[in-house]
T-cell receptor, first 112, second 113 residues
Framework: DAGITQSPRHKVTETGTPVTLRCHQT?????MYWYRQDPGHGLRLIHY???????DKGEVSDGYSVSRSKTEDFLLTLESATSSQTSVYFC???????????FGQGTRLTVV | DQQVKQNSPSLSVQEGRISILNCDYT??????FLWYKKYPAEGPTFLIS?????DKNEDGRFTVFLNKSAKHLSLHIVPSQPGDSAVYFC????????????FGKGITLSVRP
């Protein structure tokens, strides 16, 4: 199994509070991604990184920010959580073009 | 606008028969396609991929077909087994897009014993 770990695995938080999800990899892969999975929407890209301190927005980036200060860690922050951000969040890593992405186990976030 | 479409939300197949899962895309710049399988409470796992320079790729019971002119790909599972029951996602990427994967909404496959 690819060395990718998400933390926490489950979290319940209140509306308006900040939340940070962590993705940690031991594969030294260049590319890292944050997706969210919602019923009827599949997997949608939030933000991604193509190197240390190199990040870009995905299709559903509003309300989220990311940081990657070292190769192995990619953080996703919800500055002020809203109920619409209740979802399952997946981190993925990829070594390069023409290869597959490996996914973490997911973080189930509930905003009440 | 959805660039990867999986228009059938679900499929039910008898064990031992063929499962055919379809996927359409609109972005002609996509040149690499993948299928992922997902069980409940787990992350998606890679199943099979195909480059746009090919029209078929086979791995055991799984075969992916690509029809570039129709912007269509399909995943064939033969024979289907109850353990294949899962959600299947089609994904695509394009050269120069920092290897971003764009996913479809997924198809729930149920294989009946």
């Amino acid at each position: 199994d690819a060395g990718i770990t998400q933390s926490p695995r489950h979290k319940v938080t209140e509306t308006g509070t900040p939340v940070t999800l962590r993705c940690h990899q031991t594969e030294n892969h260049r590319y890292m991604y944050w997706y969210r999975q919602d019923p009827g929407h599949g997997l949608r890209l939030i933000h991604y990184s193509y190197g240390v301190k190199d990040t870009d927005k995905g299709e559903v980036s509003d309300g989220y920010s990311v940081s990657r200060s070292k190769t192995e860690d990619f953080l996703l922050t919800l500055e002020s959580a809203t109920s619409s951000q209740t979802s399952v969040y997946f981190c993925a890593i990829m070594g390069g073009r023409g290869t597959e992405a490996f996914f973490g186990q997911g973080t189930r976030l509930t905003v009440v | 606008d959805q660039q990867v479409k999986q228009n059938s939300p679900s499929l039910s197949v008898q064990e031992g028969r063929i499962s055919i899962l379809n996927c359409d895309y609109t972005n002609s710049m996509f040149d690499y396609f993948l299928w992922y399988k997902k069980y409940p409470a787990e992350g998606p796992t890679f199943l099979i991929s195909i480059s746009s320079i090919k029209d078929k790729n086979e791995d055991g019971r799984f075969t992916v077909f690509l029809n570039k002119s129709a912007k269509h790909l399909s995943l064939h599972i033969v024979p289907s087994q109850p353990g294949d029951s899962a959600v299947y996602f089609c994904a695509a990427s394009e050269t120069g897009a920092n290897s971003k994967l764009t996913f479809g909404k997924g198809i729930t496959l149920s294989v009946r014993p």
